[in-house]
């Protein structure tokens, strides 16, 4: 098997408050190979973004800091190399867009502008081959009269068009991977779908690996191959997309698919499971989906769960004790 | 961005119509007969209507306005009771002078304040942070009249780096042509002199600067925290963006705008400010003039010296909407 793109090792983000240290993501591995779509899924609050935002060593700080873990992208620890090296990374090994394409752009300056400036930090060249990029990126992400679009400013563009320009915006200087923050959530239906089918067809043309972040079942069934399952800052369930859907064993994950009647009726959002995400932090024994869990036993209240391999599936683990068949603990 | 400039600037004729009958009606209302008042108690009733016609008090108030309004229009300001002298052209050195200090000192007050505002917001909590602010927070409640009286005895009795009042070395004239003396002095190549008018203008600059210094510096801070918050900025650092170029353009062109009605309204309140301050340095400006005419009741002086000062006041703001425009892409078009 191929090295990974990314390759993201027991990695801890944590909030340092008066009330001490609140940790958002909790020791979470996954991977991500080439040209692959890992989906992230779970509810609001779970870690999804402080994830992300630690992959591109821009949590906030303070309050945040990664605590411990690696994060490798080709084999290169990025969790203490300098903001130098960083900025050289960003947008141009790894690129993201975000959920909110209405604030996503900056208002005072042109498309043109800012599609400009981001290939202007990292390829050398003058004015006109940057200009000629840019409308390239611009046409290349299916936009109309991208040479009209250069010279408009954000509040002219609808918020589909706003998100293609920020996809052109994120792929201008081909990245290797491209993390996708809920990137259709702010978006009607039906654009959705458009936005859905362009990633994944820059996905096959250009070869960049996609981190979806989603807490839409809907969106990881579309374009996702692997898919993990986020809850309160832990991985609690690692699978195949076609084994997440036929095979769920999390009682989380299970949870998920069944408010989900129709995983192509994208308009229904999750969550149905009874109970809230737990503050990240405030459970610090046991599973910390215990509360909501129709099959909690006093083992999960006494033990934190360890990821379980599931016997049957390639590589498909979960965090709860109903799967331990003794012998198959992960421990990590 | 044309058509919005004369929009905005035929939208000014009311106000300066509203601005010249209030000054109108203001000098009038002071009590007391001005031609009485004039020429003392022991003055004669011809005397007094002699000189009441000759001010043109006899007429009823629209022609009065009426006159006084079409002399604006031509640029005449009326003429000085006490020196007989044309207003239009008397005022312009008292003018100049205020003119340059103000400029300096919301020169300094814009530099200082929106880079310490900058500097605060982008290491929030930082011990820079805490001190500016904290200076800030002395700024705005100190009076200008005793932080000049300080500035005296400090820079220039005790320490004698700098002058202690005046506009230029009084064995030194400058030979004025434009009465900026900046500009005077740099156009002649007299470089000694450009530096003595330097000295002169720093302390009253700095206190007339320290008030508007402090309220843009606590504005752009909170400004600046509010801009770096949102999505764009995070989008910009994304890209790989230095975090200076982060701050100094995409957050400071979004943090700015409402600085700017905040440098709008102190730089009219400034001008307020500089009578106080031309007091307290002996700084022969709008302040002086006004003063001396309210002494000497040269009520056409004073009519007209507020309404310069209004004027200007109006023509700031313009310019500060003008700005708006100019920066934000989005006002052109609701
Ligand atoms: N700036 C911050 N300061 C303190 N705590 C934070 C901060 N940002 C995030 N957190 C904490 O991290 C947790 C995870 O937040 P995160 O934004 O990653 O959730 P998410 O999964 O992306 O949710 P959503 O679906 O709403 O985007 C939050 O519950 C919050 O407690
Ligand atoms: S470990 Fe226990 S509480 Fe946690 S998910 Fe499994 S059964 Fe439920
Ligand atoms: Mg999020």
Redesign the interface.
Known sequence: MQAPVLDVKKLKTSFFSDDGEIPAVDDISFSVKKGEILGIVGESGCGKSVTSLSI?K?VPQ?PGKIVSGEILLNGENLVPVS?RR???????EI??I?Q?PM???????KIGEQLI??IK??KKGNKKEFEKQAVDMLKLVGLPRAEGIMNE?P?QLSGGMRQRV?IA?ALSCGPKLLIADEPTTALDVTIQAQILALMKSLNEKLDTSIVMITHDLGVVADICQRVIVMYAGKVVEEASVLDIFKNPKHPYTMGLLQSVPDIRNKQDRLYSIPGNVPKPGSITTGCRFAARCEFVHDRCLADDPPLYAVEEAGHHTVRCFLHDTGGNGHHD | MLAYTIRRILSLIPVLLGLSLIVFFMIRAIPGDPAQIILGQLATKEAVAELTKQLGLDQPWFVQYFTYLGGLFTGDLGESIKTKSAISEEIWPYLAATLELSFCAIAIAIFVGVNAGIISAWYQNSWFDYIAMVLALIGVSMPIFWLGLMEQWVFAINLDWLPTSGREEVRNPISSITNIYMIDTLIQGRFDQLWDVIKHLILPSVALATIPMAIIARITRSSMLEVMRSDYIRTARAKGLRMFWVVYKHSLKNAIIPVLTVIGLQTGLLLGGAILTETVFSWPGMGRYIVDAISARDYPVIQSGILVIAFIFVMINLIVDLLYAAIDPRIKYN
């Open positions: 591109m821009l303070p903001e960083m900025r050289q990374i960003r947008g141009n690129a993201m975000f909110e604030t996503s752009l900056n208002p005072l300056f400036e981001a930090i990292h400013y509040h920020m915006m």
